[in-house]
């Protein structure tokens, strides 16, 4: 299955399903089902495009498909018939250099090119910031707790959950408030939600040019944080100082942004 073709259908069921979730999902407070939900309809943008399905529509679309493939992607021309000069001593030569050269890149050769390059340049970028957040792992100071390693650093703007790590700077919270942020990145941790995140990170890396991928990713995290607000209040933690709370925390994220 050619390269284009492939991106070009996975694209456009990327858009069709995110939109989908976003218009008829995203309100619906059945968290766990959104989050499979999300993760099925990304296998199925991935691996739809490369199934041989069979071919239903009608013979004058059909035709007109083809014909537009045909104008996107151009036949090769044929090799005009090479001319031989014999010599009077038998030795024959041609006539004309005929040999075409190696480096003329078709259009399509450029484009996929460019993509590439520009996915590449992400995922360098993706890759300096993990090995960042690596550095500040190894560097703060570590805290066992119930089911996850505390991370306490001055350079944390705002907590946040990174696998088995919870980062965050102490000194900016109040006692009560921290114990229910750590309730709140403990249910990150428990559901492995950092997971769900850096493939969502990596979607929008393979797909760059498509706004839906960063839909897609807007959507996982909003349904990874609703599913923890709801694993926190199910424990008992209080409505609205729970809301103080987050709405502490997204202030200070906003104003260090």
């Known amino acids: ?12 069921l990327l858009a069709v399903v995110s939109g ?14 959104n989050r499979l939900t999300l993760w099925l309809s990304l296998a199925v943008t991935l691996v739809l495009p490369l199934l041989e399905l069979p071919d239903w529509r009608p013979q004058p679309v059909r035709a007109a498909m083809q014909h537009t493939a045909q104008l996107i992607t151009p036949s090769p021309l044929a090799q005009a018939p090479q001319v031989i000069i014999t010599y009077p001593d038998g030795r024959t030569y041609p006539a004309f250099n005929s040999t075409t050269p190696e480096n003329n890149w078709s259009w399509q050769t450029w484009l996929g090119f460019g993509y590439g390059l520009v996915m590449l340049l992400l995922l360098g970028r993706f890759g300096w910031q993990l090995a ?8 703060a100071h570590h805290e066992s707790y119930d089911g996850f390693t ?7 703007s705002s907590p946040f959950s990174f696998f088995r790590w919870v980062v965050l700077n102490p000194s900016q919270h109040e006692p009560d408030e921290l114990e229910q942020i ?3 990145e403990r249910v990150h941790v428990r559901a492995w939600h950092s997971l769900d995140m850096i493939i969502a990170e990596l979607i929008c890396l393979i797909f760059w040019l ?15 944080e ?10 008992g933690v209080d409505a609205k100082t729970y809301q103080y709370s987050l709405l502490k925390v997204n202030l200070m994220a906003g104003q260090s942004a």
């Open 1 to 12: 299955m050619e390269l284009l073709r492939y991106f070009l259908l996975a694209n456009l």
């Open 226 to 235: 609703y599913a923890a607000d709801r694993a926190v209040l199910d424990e």
């Open 150 to 156: 505390l991370v306490r650093s001055e350079n944390a």
């Open 132 to 139: 960042s957040l690596v550095k500040l792992l190894r560097s």
């Open 20 to 33: 989908a979730f976003y218009a008829l999902l995203r309100r619906e407070t059945a968290f766990d089902a």
């Open 182 to 184: 750590l309730r709140h």
């Open 210 to 224: 498509n706004p839906a991928a960063y839909l897609f990713r807007q959507l996982v995290h909003q349904t990874l």
